[in-house]
């Protein structure tokens, strides 16, 4: 036979049939040793479970703009209870208790821009998208 040098495979792979393999466990640029890829902690910041607004820089809420939103929607203030806001909630529930009903739309409206814009919570962060 004569020596038509490496092989297709051999080319492909970069594997050399004339170097013995790297030793088991071996670390280095040319070991062939696969290590993981070292990602950024995005969420797992100990100050911000939830991460960043990206806009502000500041943590967001463990509460979420959803669950404010629909809840102020559905029952009058709720949603802002929720969100740790308790005096307003409490005020747009009494004003659709003393209107009967006619002040819902406070609530109605107040539960949309929760939705569209978001809101804060009783510390000040934004809620979570």
Same mark, same amino acid.
């Given at each position: 036979?004569? /020596?038509?040098?490496?092989?297709? /495979?051999?080319?492909?792979?970069?594997?050399? @049939?004339?170097?013995?393999p790297p030793p088991f466990? @071996?670390?280095?640029? /040319?070991?062939?040793a696969w290590e993981p890829p070292q990602y950024p902690p995005y969420f797992s910041q100990p100050g911000a479970p939830f991460g960043y607004d990206p806009a502000t820089g500041v943590p967001?809420?463990?509460k979420s703009r959803l669950g404010a939103g629909l809840l102020n929607i559905l029952v009058a203030g709720v949603g802002r209870m929720y969100a740790g806001q308790i005096g307003l909630g409490i @005020?747009?529930?009494?004003? @659709?208790?003393?209107?009967?009903?006619?002040?819902?739309?406070w609530s109605l409206i107040?539960?949309?821009l929760i939705l569209i814009n978001g809101g804060r919570d009783e510390h000040g962060r934004p809620l979570r998208p």
């Amino acid at each position: 036979m004569t /020596d038509q040098g490496p092989r297709r /495979d051999e080319q492909e792979n970069g594997w050399d @049939a004339t170097q013995p393999p790297p030793p088991f466990g @071996a670390t280095g640029p /040319d070991s062939g040793a696969w290590e993981p890829p070292q990602y950024p902690p995005y969420f797992s910041q100990p100050g911000a479970p939830f991460g960043y607004d990206p806009a502000t820089g500041v943590p967001f809420s463990p509460k979420s703009r959803l669950g404010a939103g629909l809840l102020n929607i559905l029952v009058a203030g709720v949603g802002r209870m929720y969100a740790g806001q308790i005096g307003l909630g409490i @005020a747009q529930l009494l004003v @659709a208790i003393v209107t009967c009903g006619i002040g819902w739309i406070w609530s109605l409206i107040d539960g949309i821009l929760i939705l569209i814009n978001g809101g804060r919570d009783e510390h000040g962060r934004p809620l979570r998208p």
